[in-house]
Every structure is written in C-alpha cells, then in structure tokens.
T-cell receptor
Framework: DTAVSQTPKYLVTQMGNDKSIKCEQNLGHDTMYWYKQDSKKFLKIMFS???????INETVPNRFSPKSPDKAHLNLHINSLELGDSAVYFC?????????????FGEGSRLTVL | GDSVTQMEGPVTLSEEAFLTINCTYT??????LFWYVQYPGEGLQLLLKATKADDKGSNKGFEATYRKETTSFHLEKGSVQVSDSAVYFCALRATGGFKTIFGAGTRLFVKA
C-alpha cells in the first residue's frame, strides 16, 4: 500500500495548457509539500500545507496554485504552462512541527512542456 | 538563511571501495540533519538522520556524525556495492520548522 502516491506519473503537454497533479498520503501526517526537481537534480520547495493551511509559499509564479481539500490530499494546478516548467514534481509529507521532520516522498510526476 | 553545501559529483568508485560524501551546513540554532537517497526513477527516501550534536546516524552500512564544531555531516560507507549507485542528498531542517533545505545532490556510480 503506497504511503505517498501522486498521479499522473508522466505528463506531456503543449505550452499554454493547464495541468494538475494530485497527491494523496495514507500515513496520517499533518503536513504536505510540493518540491520541484530540475534536470540537474536540484530540489526546491514550492509549497507546504499543515492541516489544510498554507504555511510555506516560496517564490513561485502565481500560475502555480496548490489546493489541500483535506489533510491527506494536496493537489497542484499549473496554468499557462511554459517550457521552464518542465521538471519532476515531488509530493512529500511529514509529521507536524514538533517532530524531527523526516519527509516521505512520492515517486514524482515528470512534466514535459513542448 | 540556512543552507547546505555538499561535494559535487559525480563520484565514481569500484565495488568495495570506501565512500565519503562531504556535507557542510549553515544554520542558526540546532537543526536536524538528514541524508536522503534517490535511486533512478524513484522519489527520495530517508537514509539516515541525526537530531543533535555528536549523534551518529546509521543505516545499510552508511553512517554520518553530526559535528557542530565543524558544521558538518559527512556520509561514509566502508565498502560500496553496485546497488548503492544513486543520488545522495544532504539536508537540514530547523528545530520546530517546516522547511527542509536540500543540498545540490551528489551522484554516485559504483562499478563492478
């Protein structure tokens, strides 16, 4: 039973389109994240939600909009896709603020914008 | 702000060689320190962690010691295997914080 699952695993789309990636965790964690990994493997945090409340919102274009309908789900919607959005997007979760903060990652969603 | 610096790769070793991947950090206070590993086509998974100075984290033959005096958390393994080929990330998380900051990753290739 997968702990953190994200769909789809692969997206190939044209510039200007809108796409969404969904993430679900069954670990009972309070906090969920979106990370972007570029072609050089560099990982950058984008957003984080704790108990459905947005707590981290890094310098990300407002074409990216996260949404957390409940503690177990965190989705990412991207409008007007650009070539530079091509990357692997990872969802992760962790226990709350008082814990040591080990992250559990999904397998990633590889987005290719043509 | 907080940051993590790790040695650039790729690192190429023969099977059974000794591995060291250097990691240093900058942070206020006493962060928790982590090593994550990413195998090809997969997400990251925790390899080991240490939450206070002089703690040693260990797992699968890998180990790292939290050195506050040198702000370092170097990863070591005495004898690498081909199956250890992966990208290794050093990371820190401030106590009580939500943000985990990652180093740039070090790719390891192990040849048979």
């Amino acid at each position: 039973d997968t702990a953190v699952s994200q769909t789809p695993k692969y997206l190939v789309t044209q510039m200007g389109n809108d796409k969404s990636i969904k993430c679900e965790q069954n670990l009972g964690h309070d906090t969920m994240y979106w990370y972007k990994q570029d072609s050089k493997k560099f990982l950058k945090i984008m957003f984080s939600y704790n108990n459905k409340e947005l707590i981290i919102n890094e310098t990300v274009p407002n074409r990216f909009s996260p949404k957390s309908p409940d503690k177990a789900h965190l989705n990412l919607h991207i409008n007007s896709l650009e070539l530079g959005d091509s990357a692997v997007y990872f969802c992760a979760s962790s226990l709350g603020q008082g814990e040591t903060g080990e992250l559990f990652f999904g397998e990633g969603s590889r987005l290719t914008v043509l | 702000g907080d940051s993590v610096t790790q040695m650039e790769g790729p690192v190429t070793l023969s099977e059974e060689a000794f591995l060291t991947i250097n990691c240093t950090y900058t942070a206020t206070g006493y962060p928790s320190l982590f090593w994550y590993v990413q195998y090809p086509g997969e997400g990251l998974q925790l390899l080991l962690k240490a939450t206070k100075a002089d703690d040693k984290g260990s797992n699968k033959g890998f180990e790292a010691t939290y050195r506050k005096e040198t702000t370092s958390f170097h990863l070591e393994k005495g004898s690498v295997q081909v199956s250890d080929s992966a990208v290794y990330f050093c990371a820190l998380r401030a106590t009580g914080g939500f943000k985990t900051i990652f180093g740039a990753g070090t790719r390891l290739f192990v040849k048979a």
